[in-house]
C-alpha cells in the first residue's frame, strides 16, 4: 500500500520530492526496497502532523505536503489543486480538500470527518457530526466531507506542532482543529475524487473493488485500445 500511495504522490506535478516520514524501521526498508525515499522520526510524535513537522524542520522548500500513507486512492491531481490555491492567493497559509456529501449514511458515519466552509472556502469547523444540521422543512445546505491531504507553509507547519493541543480537537479527536483554534485558517479545495481511508479491513476490501472496477474500465474504451484510457 505504502508504494502505491508513493507513486501516486509522486505523480503530481506540483512535487519536487516525496519522503516517507516513520518511525518503523520496517516501514522504511519497504520503501527503499521499491526505490523510494524514506526517513526515519522520533517514536515520541503524538501525530503524523508532528511527525511531518519533524522532517520539514530540515527542509528549505516553501510548502509541504502531507499525504497519509493510508489513502491508497488520493489522485495527483488533488495534491496540485491544494498547492495551487497558494499560487491564486499568497495569503493562504493551509490548505486542505473537500469532497461534497452524496450518501446521506456518510453525514451520519462518525468515521466520516465533515466541514463547513465560508462564502470563500475557508473552513470554519471540522466535525465527526452530521454537519451542516437541516431543520425539518428548511431547505438543506451543500454537505462536505473532508479528505485529509494538507499542504502548509513551512513556518506555519513548524507554528502549529509547536502550540499546545485544544479542546475541540482533543474532543472530536480531530487536530486539524488545533489550527482554527489558534486562529490558523484552512483554505479548502472541492474535488469530484474520492479518497478511502484504509483503517479497516473493511476499508481494504472496498479500496480493492474500487481499483478493479477502474482497471475494468480502462479495458472498455470506444475503440476497444486499452491504452487510450492511460494516454487521456
Not at 505504502?2 to 516525496?18: D, F, K, P, Q
Not at 495551487?84 to 492567493?89: C, G, I, K, S, T
Not at 479495458?219 to 486499452?226: A, E, I, V, Y
Amino acid at each position: 500500500m505504502i508504494e502505491h500511495v508513493y507513486r501516486r504522490a509522486s505523480a503530481a506535478r506540483s512535487v519536487g520530492v516525496v519522503i516517507v516520514a516513520t518511525d518503523d524501521e520496517r516501514i522504511c526498508d519497504a520503501v527503499e526496497a521499491f526505490g523510494g525515499r524514506a526517513q526515519m522520526t522520533s517514536r515520541a510524535h503524538q501525530s503524523g502532523t508532528d511527525r511531518l513537522a519533524e522532517i520539514a524542520a530540515s527542509l528549505t522548500s516553501d510548502l509541504v505536503v502531507n499525504v497519509q500513507g493510508d489513502e491508497p486512492l488520493i489522485e495527483p491531481s488533488m495534491i496540485d489543486d491544494a498547492i495551487a490555491a497558494f499560487r491564486v492567493d499568497p495569503s493562504v497559509q493551509m490548505s486542505t480538500v473537500r469532497r461534497r456529501i452524496e450518501d446521506p449514511a456518510d453525514l451520519q458515519n462518525p468515521n466520516v470527518t465533515k466541514v463547513v466552509i465560508d462564502r470563500d472556502g475557508y473552513a470554519l469547523y471540522f466535525s465527526r457530526a452530521p454537519i451542516p444540521w437541516t431543520r425539518e422543512g428548511c431547505p438543506p445546505a451543500p454537505a462536505w466531507r473532508h479528505i485529509g491531504l494538507y499542504v502548509y507553509r513551512r513556518e506555519t507547519l513548524l507554528r502549529l506542532t509547536a502550540l499546545p493541543p485544544t479542546a475541540m480537537e482533543q474532543s472530536e479527536a480531530l487536530e486539524q482543529l488545533r489550527a482554527l483554534e489558534h486562529g490558523i485558517r484552512i483554505k479548502t479545495v472541492e474535488t469530484i475524487h474520492d479518497c478511502i481511508g484504509v483503517d479497516t479491513p473493511a476499508d481494504l476490501e472496498r479500496v480493492r473493488r474500487v481499483e478493479l472496477l477502474t482497471s475494468n474500465s480502462q479495458l472498455l474504451t470506444p475503440n476497444g485500445d486499452p491504452e487510450l484510457e492511460a494516454r487521456s
